[in-house]
């Protein structure tokens, strides 16, 4: 560029402009360019080149100036008639003086890399132009510590943060103290997770550090390379050279939001998702990183105003975490355009070229009013057709496949337990549970002080066992560190001790108070268990209809369509247990095609539900109901005679096909009992002697167990499952079915005799004595179901009714969201991460609560044979309930909405095949519906142009047997064969496949192959077995032989069975406010007490018409709502239900509400 140019005068003294090109290069702007034109930019075309023209300058890199952002806005600013835009260059900026800069009235000039900020500021106080964004305010943006100093001074909401220092002059503000799981930065504590920024905005080296509870290690985020804009690393100790801000993790569900302000009255909100995920930037078919507009609430609009003013940064662009109901500002980048909004720049260029006209028109005496524009009407969108629309997912999952959970009890009266348990507050609740690092360190270095003393003194009085003390040390010694994820001890205090009944422990009773120390081991999430529920995660998504588009060439792209552009509201739960976590990560993984370590999406992505009842139960602590289940089954399982009639009706009152037949396997109990013990025996001698095998001294079993480990599980069970009077100890059963299912799954590489015998047997036993633990009877049932999953049921209960109500969530903004044709519509996913106590209560609710009568449906007397015959709640059982919405029925009608309860037990067990019962497949079709269904002019064909329009299905009544033919191995997660296509397409099924098809009834689903799926619905995936994979590794072939390919140990899941599809949302809200009303005196005390700790824990910040009823309010749960829950008042397709998010770690979760989740 010529000098003159860079003047920016022509020969005729008009300016000469330079504008950057899309390719990148500079151009010389045109008199097409310079054309006024009619409309909202300037007033009807008149060639009247004398009127002065106000000259805005562009004073920035090359780079910046050049940006296809900056040339769209400063093309369209020149469409004013009165300016006129001059762009300095690179050139003159970096070598000239600023006394021979272009001249301009207005100037934009923004720091980056290289910049010049100084020469820019000193060009400011030369010729004093009116400034878009400040350039002082520049220098502390290039400051975190002065970034939040001045958010802070703004009364902007920030997360908890402190500053170290690393400033040898300054030493007080550089005191670091680390530790396993926090650090301590100026007296100041923060706890994991923890975000570390450097202190210069430059940096963008920010690391995220995680709890050892979650798996530790931490995130390091960079400026994007390529598709990567973060990983995953094992250090957890922080850094120790340079200054740092040290802030608390808000956790966001995995969403980032920027904005972008065009001063203090216009903001342009994105979302994206967060760096810190998976580290994978999702990018579109150019290469952009894909973002979507979300809409602001008033709130965020006022923090957009503060922050514009504050920084003085007309255009200014920063980041807003959406954590627990509020907006936090993170970051503050300075000047910032969106990219590829074609709205944004037309909105961007108006109010930036107003500004410059009505500060400036009136100095210049040029004639100009600012136009009146009315404000942009929201758009509210409705659909059409006559079916319905998915509105609501809720799932309750039990945990993946783990190891044997192990358990040793041992009495302590040691003064070192007791001063433990008073360190921990243990006195408060007469409980204390450690499992912290620091934690099970000081109970290891107990363990080791009493041994030596063992050794040193053999006179000493120590009351622990030897052995005992010598089985805690080993156990807390193992994978040579802490993690709260796979070992817990557990502290009671008994007031004058306990009354001894294992064999392991002494006959004599000691006076006075004693601790009881339970030490949990095992029960580790397996390899197997992370593979099951990443690939259930994968199927998962095809229960979600829509998305072609960037998403199309593999199974559940709807579900990713709707989740990648915000009208997915999703939120995962799970309870404390470290194997429950982590299979709620590993699930959240395959649904949502995430990539990477678990760690990071354990973290943003699931919620712990701990110390509130939802999830957890305290098994230590059984009702009396079960206590007195418990001591019957004892008192029956001990008669050494075959079961009599009699025994048939007390042990089995509802008649139970698989109680009945696992009764008559065992015959005669304590013989079967005799069975077992002989059978663990001689696997027990038979370890014993491949450990003396030399060949065996190196042999590693699965997931890294020994020999000596596998010996130590069995011998343990052979002691105390046959106990001193030669009574059998039943509670043992389920723990002996638990390891030989786990060594006949999984170390079968051994072939140890007789395995196949005793997992017959034990199972046999497992089958009566698991289910029946949780009630013998229908009232003993629903009693014990109550006393575990009441909040969970009333939690489902606000989960439904808050479906189709306005609340604050990620909302696409219906005028910026190119490409979404329905902006409005979002679909509300609960899932429930828990345990089988859990699953097995909620599903006795359903069973014996009264929710239909089956003498009089059909289908429910279907649906019950089916669950009798089920013999196991295995793991990754599910229970799904699916809301849609009628939208062209009343609002206020029954009608309107419509529920449908689903079903899997689980994961196959070993010999299934043969005896598995048979359901009626997934979402069955009856053949009287057919027509209606299959009639593709009532479904929106979404092969076109409309990639994510909602997919919607009939209520289908079944009131006779139905008609669909089911192939034994067609339902579970296994490669279909039928055809190369099909094996390209969809290469795994977890739902049914088409052999449940009839062959007169003709697929209309996911094409011929696998039109059983989803029968009648969901077309838009028709052609979804033929289009190629964009990633074949990502969807594993499966083997019906092995399982998982690639991982030969995995087995398949069951797929779901619909049990009903016919419900009213009125039905079924009637039928849980009954189970919550029923619930006994006792429940409603502990729901009292739960109420009182949620109300002590409210934040009082959040908006009180925001917040749900607290759940645990029994005194709420019978009160008549206004107008029906089932009624509302505005087109579904323009609400959405999302809310605050509850805190994501355990430490957190004292916090945790019922609120909008």
């Known amino acids: 560029m010529s000098k003159s140019s860079g003047q920016g005068l022509s020969n005729s003294g008009l300016p000469k402009f330079l504008i950057g090109s899309e390719g990148g290069e500079s151009r010389e702007l045109d008199d097409k360019d310079m054309r006024n034109i009619s409309g909202p930019y300037g007033e009807d075309e008149e060639d009247d080149q004398a009127e002065r023209q106000i000259v805005v300058g562009i004073c920035s890199m090359m780079k910046k100036s050049n940006s296809k952002p900056m040339t769209e806005i400063m093309e369209r600013l020149c469409k004013f008639e009165y300016i006129t835009v001059v762009i300095f260059s690179e050139e003159v900026i970096l070598s000239e003086p600023v006394e021979k800069w272009p001249l301009c009235d207005c100037l934009i000039s923004f720091h980056s890399k290289g910049f010049p900020l100084d020469k820019a500021v000193g060009y400011a106080k030369l010729r004093n132009p009116l400034l878009i964004n400040d350039l002082n305010m520049q220098y502390f943006i290039q400051d975190r510590r002065e970034v939040y100093r001045i958010l802070q001074e703004e009364g902007i909401d920030l997360p908890r943060y402190a500053v170290l220092n690393r400033d040898p002059d300054r030493p007080e503000e550089c005191n670091l103290v680390e530790s396993e799981d926090h650090v301590e930065v100026n007296g100041e504590v923060f706890h994991k997770p923890f975000v570390e920024k450097p202190v210069s905005a430059e940096d963008h080296n920010v690391y995220i550090y995680y709890p050892t509870s979650a798996g530790g290690g931490s995130q390091r985020l960079f400026r994007k390379i390529g598709s990567r804009s973060s990983v995953y690393s094992p250090e957890s100790t922080v850094r120790k050279t340079g200054s740092y801000i040290y802030e608390e993790f808000m956790p966001t569900d995995g969403t980032d939001v920027k904005?972008?302000?065009?001063?203090?009255?216009?903001?342009?909100?994105?979302?994206?998702?967060?760096?810190?995920?998976?580290?994978?930037?999702?990018?579109?078919?150019?290469?952009?990183?894909?973002?979507?507009?979300?809409?602001?609430?008033?709130?965020?609009?006022?923090?957009?105003?503060?922050?514009?003013?504050?920084?003085?940064?007309?255009?200014?662009?920063?980041?807003?975490?959406?954590?627990?109901?509020?907006?936090?500002?993170?970051?503050?980048?300075?000047?910032?355009?969106v990219k590829n909004s074609m709205k944004y720049y037309d909105d961007c260029a108006k109010v930036l070229g107003n500004m410059v006209m009505r500060e400036l028109a009136p100095q210049f005496h040029i004639p100009w009013s600012i136009p009146m524009e009315a404000e942009d009407i929201p758009i509210v969108p409705t659909t059409s057709g006559t079916m319905m629309e998915l509105r609501c997912v809720i799932a309750v999952i039990r945990h993946g496949d783990r190891t044997p959970k192990q358990k040793m009890k041992m009495e302590v009266r040691n003064a070192l337990f007791f001063e433990l348990f008073e360190k921990y507050g243990g006195y408060k609740s007469g409980k204390l549970k450690l499992k912290k690092p620091k934690q099970l360190q000081e109970v290891l270095d107990i363990a080791r002080q009493l041994l030596a003393e063992l050794v040193l003194h053999n006179d000493c009085e120590i009351e622990e066992k030897k052995s005992k003390l010598e089985q805690l040390k080993t156990v807390l010694e193992m994978y040579g560190h802490f993690s709260g994820i796979n070992r817990k001890v557990q502290l009671t205090y008994l007031p004058n001790g306990q009354p001894k009944a294992s064999s392991e422990e002494e006959d004599s009773l000691k006076d006075g108070p004693s601790l009881l120390l339970v030490l949990k081991w095992g029960g580790e999430l397996t390899p197997a268990g992370r593979v099951q529920a990443e690939e259930l995660g994968r199927a998962f998504r095809c229960m979600y209809p829509g998305g072609q588009g960037d998403y199309a060439g593999f199974p559940g792209?709807?579900?990713?369509?709707?989740?990648?552009?915000?009208?997915?509201?999703?939120?995962?739960?799970?309870?404390?247990?470290?194997?429950?976590?982590?299979?709620?990560?590993?699930?959240?993984?395959?649904?949502?095609?995430?990539?990477?370590?678990?760690?990071?999406?354990?973290?943003?992505?699931?919620?712990?539900?701990?110390?509130?009842?939802?999830?957890?139960?305290?098994?230590?602590?059984?009702?009396?109901?079960?206590?007195?289940?418990?001591?019957?089954?004892?008192?029956?399982?001990?008669?050494?005679?075959?079961?009599?009639?009699?025994?048939?009706?007390?042990?089995?009152?509802?008649?139970?096909?698989?109680?009945?037949?696992?009764?008559?396997?065992?015959?005669?109990?304590?013989?079967?009992?005799?069975?077992?013990?002989?059978?663990?025996?001689?696997?027990?001698?038979?370890?014993?002697?491949?450990?003396?095998?030399?060949?065996?001294?190196?042999?590693?079993?699965?997931?890294?167990?020994?020999?000596?480990?596998?010996?130590?599980?069995?011998?343990?069970?052979?002691?105390?499952?046959?106990?001193k009077n030669c009574r059998y100890d039943i509670s043992k059963i389920p723990d002996i079915y638990d390891c030989v299912k786990y060594d006949t799954q999984h170390n079968s590489s051994l072939s140890l005799e007789d395995t196949l015998e005793l997992f017959r047997l034990s199972r046999a036993l497992a089958d009566i004595i698991i289910p029946q633990e949780y009630g013998i009877t229908k009232a003993e049932k629903l009693d014990i179901a109550s006393a575990y999953c009441l909040p969970l049921v009333k939690k489902i209960q606000l989960d439904l009714q808050r479906t189709h109500e306005d609340e604050a969530v990620n909302k696409l903004h219906p005028l910026y969201s190119r490409g979404v044709m329905s902006p409005g519509r979002h679909v509300r996913t609960r899932l429930y991460f828990?345990?089988?106590?859990?699953?097995?209560?909620?599903?006795?609710?359903?069973?014996?609560?009264?929710?239909?009568?089956?003498?009089?449906?059909?289908?429910?007397?279907?649906?019950?044979?089916?669950?009798?015959?089920?013999?196991?709640?295995?793991?990754?059982?599910?229970?799904?309930?699916?809301?849609?919405?009628d939208n062209n029925k009343d609002p206020s009608s029954e009608e309107r909405f419509h529920v449908e309860l689903h079903f899997s037990p689980g994961v196959k067990g070993c010999k299934d095949e043969d005896n598995a019962p048979m359901g009626f497949g997934f979402r069955p079709a009856s053949s009287e519906n057919h027509e209606k269904q299959t009639n593709q002019g009532s479904l929106e064909d979404l092969s076109q142009d409309e990639p994510d329009r909602a997919v919607l299905t009939e209520p289908i009544n079944i009131q006779r047997k139905s008609p669909l033919i089911r192939n034994r191995k067609a339902g579970s997660m296994e490669a279909l064969s039928e055809s190369n296509t099909t094996s390209r397409g969809l290469a795994y099924r977890i739902l049914p496949s088409s052999s449940r098809q009839s062959p007169e009834i003709k697929p209309s689903g996911l094409g011929s192959q696998c039109a059983g799926l989803f029968s009648a619905s969901f077309p838009n995936l028709r052609d979804l077995t033929r289009a190629p994979r964009k990633n074949p590794s990502s969807l594993r072939n499966l083997s019906s032989q092995a399982g998982f390919e690639g991982c030969s140990l995995v087995p398949s899941i069951y797929p779901l069975e619909t049990l009903h599809n016919s419900l009213s949302l009125k039905q079924v809200d009637e039928f849980l406010t009954a189970c919550c009303k029923n619930g006994s005196q006792s429940q409603f005390k502990r729901l009292k007490s739960l109420s009182a700790m949620f109300e002590s824990h409210s934040q009082p910040s959040i908006d009180v018409d925001s917040q749900e009823t607290p759940m645990s309010t029994p005194v709420q749960l019978n009160q008549p709502a206004a107008k029906p829950i089932w009624y509302t008042g505005d087109p579904p397709s323009t609400v959405s239900s999302a809310g605050p998010s509850s805190p994501s770690v355990a430490e957190s979760s004292s916090n945790f509400e019922f609120n909008n989740e």
């Open 259 to 337: 904005v972008y302000t065009v001063g203090p009255d216009y903001a342009h909100a994105e979302a994206r998702k967060s760096p810190a995920l998976d580290g994978k930037v999702e990018r579109d078919s150019e290469g952009k990183e894909i973002r979507y507009p979300v809409m602001l609430t008033a709130m965020e609009k006022l923090v957009a105003r503060k922050v514009c003013l504050a920084f003085k940064q007309t255009v200014c662009g920063f980041d807003l975490l959406r954590a627990n109901g509020h907006s936090f500002v993170c970051d503050v980048n300075g000047f910032s355009f």
């Open 834 to 885: 828990t345990s089988e106590s859990h699953v097995h209560s909620l599903l006795s609710i359903f069973r014996y609560g009264g929710l239909l009568d089956e003498q009089k449906d059909e289908q429910w007397k279907q649906a019950m044979d089916y669950l009798s015959a089920v013999t196991e709640l295995n793991y990754m059982t599910q229970i799904v309930i699916m809301l849609y919405e």
């Open 557 to 723: 792209c709807g579900l990713l369509r709707l989740h990648s552009t915000y009208r997915h509201d999703l939120k995962i739960y799970a309870s404390d247990e470290g194997r429950v976590q982590m299979t709620a990560a590993a699930f959240a993984k395959g649904l949502l095609a995430l990539e990477g370590e678990l760690t990071p999406i354990l973290v943003q992505m699931v919620k712990s539900a701990n110390m509130n009842g939802l999830l957890d139960s305290d098994s230590d602590s059984l009702t009396d109901c079960q206590q007195r289940v418990k001591a019957r089954l004892h008192e029956i399982m001990q008669k050494n005679k075959d079961f009599s009639e009699e025994d048939y009706n007390k042990l089995a009152p509802t008649g139970s096909p698989s109680l009945v037949n696992s009764m008559r396997v065992i015959a005669n109990p304590v013989k079967t009992c005799d069975q077992v013990h002989t059978l663990i025996k001689s696997l027990t001698c038979q370890i014993c002697k491949r450990l003396e095998d030399p060949k065996s001294a190196d042999l590693q079993l699965y997931h890294s167990e020994t020999l000596e480990l596998m010996l130590q599980r069995w011998s343990k069970l052979e002691r105390d499952f046959r106990m």
